[in-house]
């Protein structure tokens, strides 16, 4: 019932900067923790960061210092700022969401995806 779907994504110069922004729409009891996840060619999909409802956040290590995210609670959207991006950050980058559906469940939703592409 949950639907996520991401905005921002495009082709950046190395050293640029794009902001990546997710809407959960849908019925559902509660979203919990959101998150961004990317997929680079040839690569697994990887956790990039990490927002739970309280605010604390998680950062793979490659991305301390230059990336932010960030939720909207009641707007039920998370964004992430991502500054002096990479050529190896080029992936196709994926909103996340746990969704509580029950007392005792819950299930993961995600995006479609967006392309983030890093080139001169």
């Known amino acids: 019932q949950v639907q996520l779907e991401e905005f921002g994504g495009g082709s950046v110069q190395p050293g640029g900067s794009l902001r990546l922004s997710c809407a959960a729409s849908g019925r559902t009891f509660f979203i919990g923790g959101m998150g961004w996840y990317r997929q680079a060619p040839g690569r697994e999909r990887e956790l990039v960061a990490t927002?739970?409802?309280?605010?604390?956040?998680n950062y793979v290590d490659s991305v301390k210092g230059r990336f932010t995210i960030s939720r909207d609670t009641a707007k039920n959207t998370v964004d992430l700022q991502m500054n002096n991006l990479k050529v190896e950050e080029t992936a196709v980058y994926y909103c996340?969401?746990?969704?509580?559906?029950?007392?005792?469940?819950?299930?993961?939703?995600w995006g479609k995806g967006t392309l983030v592409t890093v080139s001169s």
């Open positions: 996340n969401a746990i969704v509580i559906v029950s007392i005792v469940g819950r299930t993961e939703s």
């Open positions: 927002i739970a409802t309280d605010g604390r956040t």
